[in-house]
């Protein structure tokens, strides 16, 4: 009877096979794992990581402003989408784009901030320059709110806010402070505000033709057009005047019935045509708009008489008769505000970043020591696309 043998027969060959794949494993285990935690330490070393005086985290830097400044990711998670916002951080404070507004001195009293960009309105920046914009694209790409650091009340750290769907409280004239977070300065960020004006184009404004006399023999002499197109880089205030043209029409008429019956012109016939003001910026609307565009009209159609307008105490008195007073006719750039609110931690009153303590800092790159004693020192790249 035939018997069989269970099992198999260790060999030296399969004992030799088994050692050497095991070893094996457990070597490229430990290579891999060397690998894994040198590649680790290599992109801790190489990212900045901002955190506060007692080494909490603040996150991760995704980008540096203009002033070399970390930029971190703030989620505002109060909403029921979470949006995101980009933050400064220097060593004493927090920074953003965006100025908060204020209508008391001293960046008190009610903040306001600019609504979302459309870059028609908001095409100057803090410094007025045209075509710098300065409100946060980020924002406007989610369709959320608008954020920017404001005054926290006392120190210089700042507080986080964010846009509301309401109108600011007060009028643009009304501002009195603002508080802008990127100014480099020594202290409080905050400084008086009033809006920066310039002085509108009336080259098209008044078109005026001094009326001939038959007894005299004289004809019409048309001095100048009025018209529609404003000059390259400005534009059309027409909408705006339109709301002021009767009573500017019924107070230049007085006006150069006053100034003919005393000598100083004779017959002429004024039209008008429009005010231009510079791109992005609109027609200073304040309590004497019609009295200061009739002194404008009135300045230019002397100016093409030949006559000195302002030397004239004759004229000067007329029309301070009619309570039209030497002005300029000017433009202003609109601030298009919206009631700001404090922005908090997520299911509390807290405000956000409040906890956080300033000298800010970022960590330092650091040598990674391995299990064996062995130490490894992050080397930068020898050139583009090569590895450290």
Request: with cysteine.
């Amino acid at each position: 009877m035939r018997r069989y043998q269970q099992g198999f027969v260790l060999t030296i060959e399969l004992i030799l096979i088994i050692t050497i794949l095991v070893i094996g494993s457990f070597g490229g285990i430990v290579m891999v794992r060397d690998a894994l935690f040198k590649r680790h330490m290599a992109k801790v070393d190489t990212q900045v990581t901002v955190v506060d005086s007692v080494n909490t985290p603040l996150g991760i830097a995704v980008g540096f402003d203009e002033h070399q400044a970390p930029l971190i990711f703030y989620f505002d998670r109060e909403a029921e989408q979470a949006y995101r916002t980009l933050i400064g951080i220097r060593d004493d404070r927090f920074t953003s784009r965006e100025a908060v507004y204020y209508n008391s001195p001293n960046c008190s009293g009610d903040p306001c901030i600019k609504g979302l960009s459309d870059e028609f309105s908001d095409a100057r920046g803090i410094g007025q320059l045209p075509y710098t914009g300065n409100v946060s694209y980020l924002n406007a790409l989610q369709g959320g709110p608008n954020y920017a650091i404001g005054f926290d009340g006392s120190g210089v750290t700042g507080k986080l806010l964010r846009s509301t769907a309401l109108a600011c409280p007060a009028l643009d004239e009304d501002i009195q402070s603002r508080y802008v977070s990127q100014k480099v300065v020594s202290g409080i960020p905050c400084e008086p505000f009033s809006q920066a004006l310039e002085q509108a184009d009336s080259s098209c404004l008044v078109g005026a033709t001094a009326l001939g006399s038959a007894l005299l023999g004289t004809s019409d002499v048309e001095l100048s057009v009025a018209c529609d197109t404003c000059p390259a880089g400005f534009e059309s205030q027409g909408d705006i005047l339109d709301n002021y043209l009767p009573e500017v029409e019924l107070l230049l008429s007085t006006s150069l019935d006053a100034l003919a019956l005393t000598g100083v012109i004779g017959p002429v016939d004024v039209t008008l045509g429009t005010v231009c003001c510079p791109e992005g910026t609109v027609l200073e609307e304040d309590e004497n708009i019609v009295e200061t565009l009739v002194f404008t009209i009135l300045e230019t159609v002397f100016d093409l008489l030949g006559i000195d307008f302002l030397s004239n105490q004759l004229v000067r008195d007329t029309l301070a008769l009619l309570g039209i007073e030497e002005d300029v006719t000017n433009c202003k750039t609109p601030l298009n505000l919206v009631s700001a609110e404090q922005v908090n931690t997520q299911g509390t009153t807290t405000p956000a970043l409040s906890n956080l303590t300033p000298p800010f800092r970022i960590t330092l790159p650091q040598v990674a020591v391995s299990s064996s004693g062995d130490s490894w020192q992050s080397v930068s790249p020898d050139g583009e696309g090569v590895q450290p």
